[in-house]
């Protein structure tokens, strides 16, 4: 009886293991440290929190993005908020060729529409490309402006994955 039961059992797992059953895909492994974003002018690492401070006429931030890991990663930029002002129709953001005058609050650049950002295996996007953050001084000029951005990785579904790096361009007169 012991031996029937056992054959049994063996024919039950040997036909519902079969190799015809739908295997379900490895989701590719997100490198959760792999995205980087760099100031050109003085190529230092811009780090999550970092305050980037400006009191002139040298308004413009320009960065490029740095993926540290062996696969390609979608990055966008998003407007987080602003103080100082009472709008952002001074400001302007520019990914690549596509700029943005007074972004609005929230939303993510390039968007939905628009070329998507790759940043290749191990490579950079920005160092030729226009990638910028500007703005024109309100008059008489505020004494402290500041526009948040965020820049963060996403997976094919638009679903942010990894690291996120959340800086602060700020006037300070």
Do not use: W
Not at 32 to 52: R, W, Y
Not at 91 to 113: E, R
Not at 155 to 170: E, I, M, Q
Request: with cysteine; proline share 6%.
């Amino acid at each position: 009886m012991k031996k029937i039961v056992i054959l049994l059992f063996a024919v039950i797992t040997a036909i519902s293991c079969s190799k015809d059953d739908e295997q379900t895909p490895t989701p590719e492994p997100v490198a959760n440290t792999a995205l980087k974003v760099f100031h050109k002018t003085t190529g230092a690492e811009i780090k999550d929190g970092d305050v980037l401070n400006f009191n002139s006429s040298a308004n413009e931030l320009k960065f490029y993005f740095k993926n540290t890991s062996a696969t390609s990663i979608k990055v966008k930029t998003k407007f987080i908020t602003y103080s100082g002002v009472s709008d952002t129709s001074g400001l302007n953001l520019c990914i690549g060729a596509q700029c943005y005058t007074a972004p609005i609050m929230g939303s993510s650049y390039p968007v939905s529409n628009e070329p998507v950002i790759s940043v290749p295996a191990n490579g950079i996007i920005g160092d030729i490309e226009q990638y910028k953050i500007f703005t024109i001084i309100p008059n008489p000029p505020a004494n402290s402006i500041d526009y948040v951005f965020e820049a963060y990785q996403y997976d094919a579904n638009g679903n942010p994955v990894g690291n996120k790096v959340r800086f602060t361009y700020r006037y300070q007169r």
